[in-house]
């Protein structure tokens, strides 16, 4: 194991590489083989990691869902500065 990474357990018991600074939340969930998830409660972020060419998840945005005028909003904030904030609007299920 290299000095500058860690071995971190998901929710199911996997095991994933990601770098020494990490700091895992109350839920890391393994999305697919290239993606993780790292749910923050207490912030209500969603810490996105993708895995690179060295199999080490690094950071690459915040997921964040707010409630605004009746309807969800969706935001990532892209920690890759040539990113800029995206927001994406989500279907509400039809109530009838």
């Not at 600074?21 to 207490?42: A, R, T």
């Not at 605004?68 to 969706?74: A, K, P």
Request: hydrophobic residues 35%; negative net charge; proline residues 5%.
């Amino acid at each position: 194991m290299r000095k500058d990474t860690q071995i971190v357990e998901t929710a199911v018991g996997t095991w994933l590489r990601f770098p020494g600074s990490f700091k895992k939340h109350q839920c890391l969930v393994e999305l697919s083989d290239q993606l993780s998830l790292d749910i923050n409660l207490k912030s209500g972020l969603v810490h996105v990691h993708q895995k690179d060419g060295n199999d080490v998840f690094q950071h690459v945005g915040d997921l964040c869902l707010s409630p605004t005028g009746g309807q969800l909003q969706l935001s990532f904030v892209s920690s890759q500065p040539q990113d800029s904030r995206k927001e994406l609007p989500l279907a509400q299920p039809d109530a009838s």
